[in-house]
């Protein structure tokens, strides 16, 4: 229930006797929660749903209608409820929305709002996104309840957009990209390419085109029934890209040397007109531009190969870029796209003039290109219209005197920077070298950062262990367990799934063990001890909070999963009779995150014994100061240790004046030991935080991190001792090049 609050903002209110929520918050709940809480049962009519006039005219309406066994039914609907004949009943989330867009539609709207609201309507009835996996009838209900041209209907939402320079990065198109689709893929930032868009091809090229003829809307009708929706909290970013692309070629360019500033401005200013800013300091007004202007630029790696100039190009013939990207072989045969090349601008634009025509009657139609007959369609004109500009430029282009050229020194070019175009020269073509001796990270670091022959280091790092010695001592503790029935065998389903799956299965099945590992039934209904005795890792921390609460100290509890989150709030206040636990969050907002930060660290003046603030790792783990805790627990952790250590910074800061420890449970699969997943994760932590000590700059997270986890965990079982615990442990400390550790009185290992 409190997450299901803390999801409402301002719509649920939890008191003793009685609840207040809001017709939004009572059609989010399961069917099993609403009855658990008293509310109707659900819906049992099938709504059918359809469109009725034309779009853009004031006849268009979104319309629906209800039956039952075939027979009409006409219910009066109060926001989540509606009365039927056989009494009250509720509506999932889904269905409210998409009744909400139908009537609230106004049809005086000009076509751009019809489209969104049309997009948004189909969109509202594909419920994945707001049913969880566990209710399939609604989704099911879902698509019966559609008509043919409705199910027809395709619909990509974008809210990230990249950039495509031409070749002298003085113009650009834009890219669309939907963020659920990429973190369902898989795709880290690092690893995005334009393949991955969400518009590809002749939808792509069309999206382009009318992007500069239109500008920024937030639908885009793509032709063959399929619509771009753009999300509103993009829209800055959209209209920013469109307003650079129609200034002067010199602020294109610095555009696309920089984007990020330009966005980081742009969002900037929407805030701050939009009124976001009131009652933030400029620290909280920073951090939510970066919230917003920071996911929404993709720096896809065809982007980065074009500005960074690690590309080998050849020379163009011209210096000037053209004001627009064809797409002639995307979109016609190659005969007919030679064909088109080579007219004349008058035979193009009575080329335009005929297709712009077909399509604005609204009538299919064809057009004869070198003999061939070709279908119009809105992409074919987009390349069309392409090539006229770029050849009606070319005509008002002045004739640049050739240079004398030396053929000895003719050849294609290196960029290797962007301001000295002019002064690049051919470069001879070598066979790739090979290193005669090999290279070591650890000599190299020494050799740049450790003085050399009584002379100074060429660089200097600053590591916060050697700049920041005056703080208290930092310990850490492992705490394994070993694995309840019930999680080991939840473990195995997922450890064969992820061993018999494919490439984006595996994915998918890794983080599915990740989560087991914390607890195998998250979502289950059950007591407080028997949800508990269900996990490994949740014994191990409760063990250790208690130890934390006897000593009457704070402590910070980092988990990611935001459902998990919430659940174990409930669970310290069952066993610790904690009166409050708040929760940080990715969805917390800034002020009230600071107002959870401020209540915590009154723990300084007024010492009010135990408390504990749960967060999340990626959300909260930099910028917070919590020094009024002393403890760390990562119930979950992240790839990466620099994550792990920004965390433990939020305590282990200038103004901590107590030694700090920081507690990792972890779970010990009885027959995998060693090679259970939090072994594994605990020897990638710890090698990364080795190379990361010795490399010139620190380590980010890579795709082998994954592949190399997706590897060890489709090893065989190891371990059959009796005694897992202190086996898994001491093969974990040879592995991972450590001393051998005894464990203290309570079973945890102190790392040194």
């Not at 100039?309 to 797409?327: A, I, L, Q």
């Not at 409050?580 to 007024?606: M, S, Y």
């Not at 433990?648 to 060693?674: C, F, K, L, W």
């Amino acid at each position: 229930m409190r997450n299901w609050q803390d999801g409402h903002e301002g719509e649920v209110e939890i008191h003793d006797s009685f609840l207040r929520l809001s017709h939004g918050a009572a059609a989010s709940l399961s069917s099993s929660s609403a009855a658990v809480l008293g509310l109707p049962d659900d819906v049992h009519l099938t709504l059918k749903t359809d469109v009725t006039g034309v779009l853009g005219r004031p006849d268009f309406k979104l319309a629906y209608e209800w039956s039952l066994h075939g027979r009409r039914e006409t219910p009066k609907r109060t926001g989540a409820f509606l009365e039927t004949s056989a009494g009250t009943r509720r509506v999932p989330l889904w269905m409210k929305h998409a009744l909400d867009l139908a009537d609230n539609f106004d049809p005086n709207l000009p076509m751009e709002d019809h489209w969104s609201a049309l997009a948004a309507f189909r969109q509202a009835l594909e419920p994945d996104d707001v049913i969880p996996d566990t209710l399939p009838e609604n989704r099911e209900m879902a698509g019966l309840s559609m008509t043919a041209f409705l199910r027809g209907l395709e619909v990509h939402v974008a809210n990230r957009f990249s950039i495509s320079p031409d070749s002298t990065l003085g113009q650009f198109e834009v890219v669309p990209y939907s963020s659920r689709r990429l973190d369902d893929a898989g795709i880290s930032d690092d690893e995005i390419s334009e393949n991955d868009a969400e518009l590809t091809g002749e939808a792509l090229a069309v999206f382009q085109h009318r992007l500069r003829t239109r500008g920024a809307r937030l639908a885009y009708q793509l032709g063959n029934n399929t619509y771009l929706v753009v999300d509103r909290s993009s829209t800055p970013v959209l209209e920013e890209m469109v307003r650079v692309q129609q200034s002067g070629r010199e602020e294109r360019k610095a555009f696309v040397m920089n984007p990020r500033a330009f966005i980081t401005e742009a969002v900037d200013r929407h805030l701050k007109d939009s009124g976001e800013f009131d009652d933030l300091d400029e620290a909280g007004q920073e951090e939510l531009v970066e919230s917003v202007a920071g996911p929404a630029l993709v720096e896809s790696r065809e982007y980065s190969a074009r500005v960074t100039g690690v590309t080998v190009y050849e020379k163009p013939s011209t210096d000037f870029e053209s004001s627009g990207t064809t797409w002639l072989p995307e979109v016609f045969d190659a005969g007919v796209a030679d064909a088109i090349r080579g007219m004349s601008v008058a035979e193009l634009r009575e080329l335009h003039s005929q297709m712009n025509n077909v399509l604005s009657q609204g009538s299919g139609g064809t057009a004869m290109i070198d003999g061939v007959e070709v279908e119009i369609t809105p992409a074919r004109l987009a390349a069309v219209s392409g090539e006229l500009e770029r050849k009606e430029q070319d005509e008002t282009l002045p004739d640049d005197p050739v240079p004398d050229v030396d053929p000895e020194t003719a050849g294609p070019i290196i960029l290797g920077t962007l301001d000295n175009f002019e002064h690049l020269s051919w470069h001879a073509q070598f066979n790739p070298r090979k290193p005669s001796i090999p290279l070591r990270l650890a000599e190299l670091h020494a050799s740049v950062f450790k003085p050399q022959s009584g002379h100074p280091p060429l660089g200097l790092r600053r590591l916060k262990d050697e700049v920041a010695r005056d703080l208290p001592q930092k310990s850490r503790f492992l705490h394994p367990r070993l694995m309840p029935e019930i999680q080991a065998v939840t473990y195995d389903e997922a450890q064969q799934k992820l061993a018999t799956g494919g490439a984006g299965a595996a994915l998918k099945m890794l983080h599915h063990i990740r989560s087991v590992s914390v607890h195998p039934r998250a979502s289950s209904v059950s007591a407080p001890e028997e949800f508990v005795e269900m996990s490994a890792r949740l014994d191990a921390t409760m063990d250790v909070l208690r130890r934390i609460s006897d000593r009457g100290e704070r402590v910070l509890v980092f988990i990611e999963h935001r459902e998990m989150q919430f659940r174990f709030a409930e669970l310290v206040r069952h066993y610790f009779g904690l009166e409050k636990v708040d929760v940080i969050n990715g969805d917390t907002p800034i002020p009230k995150r600071q107002a959870i930060v401020n209540r915590f660290q009154t723990h300084l003046k007024h010492d009010g014994g135990f408390d504990m603030l749960i967060l999340g790792p990626k959300a909260a783990g930099t910028g917070l100061t919590l020094t009024a805790a002393t403890n760390v627990i990562h119930l979950s952790r992240w790839w990466n240790p620099a994550v792990e250590e920004q965390c433990n910074d939020r305590v282990h800061r200038i103004g901590q004046t107590h030694p700090v420890e920081v507690h990792v449970p972890m779970a010990v699969h009885p027959s995998y030991g060693p090679q259970s997943f939090d072994f594994l994760l605990q020897s990638l932590m710890q090698r990364k935080r080795k190379l990361a000590s010795q490399a010139l700059w620190p380590m980010g997270d890579t795709r082998g991190d994954l592949e190399g986890l997706q590897s060890a965990l489709s090893g065989e079982s190891s371990s059959n001792s009796a005694n897992v615990i202190a086996e898994s442990m001491s093969e974990l400390f040879r592995r991972d090049d450590l001393a051998p550790i005894a464990p203290d009185q309570y079973g945890a290992y102190k790392l040194p």
